[in-house]
């Protein structure tokens, strides 16, 4: 399971830098939600991972600390998921004002040559 968070992580810190390098305003934000995402999967993987287990108590209403995910990670992660929300809300209405502006979304303001 490790693995698989580990290589999705990768794929989208990876897809997130390359939009993030393209001309295009929409492709940067894209770029940048991205790499949001890789960081808040980051975060939470290191709350744990545990797979088949009780979230909070076992099947005989008993639990140990030992069994239970770190819940600070995600917390953080909700505070950064509706932290995203809101800067590429931001964000896209920069990018409408900068078109309606300069008539291009290109990330300088014009098409190059």
């Known amino acids: 399971m490790e693995l698989i ?3 999705a992580i990768g794929v989208l810190t990876g897809s997130g830098v390359w939009l993030i390098l393209r001309p295009r305003t929409f492709q940067v934000i894209i770029g940048l939600s991205l790499l949001s995402y890789a960081v808040n999967l980051f975060i939470f ?4 991972l545990h797979v ?3 979230p909070v108590l076992g099947p005989d209403g008993s639990g140990t600390l030992a069994e239970h995910a770190d819940p600070v990670p995600q917390a953080l992660v909700l505070t950064a998921i509706v932290i995203g929300f809101a800067t590429t809300a931001l964000f896209l209405v ?3 004002a900068s078109r309606g502006l300069t008539g291009s979304d290109h990330v300088d303001g014009r098409e190059p040559r």
């Open 5 to 7: 968070l580990a290589i």
């Open 45 to 48: 993987s290191t709350g744990g």
């Open 52 to 54: 088949g287990q009780a």
């Open 94 to 96: 920069v990018l409408l």
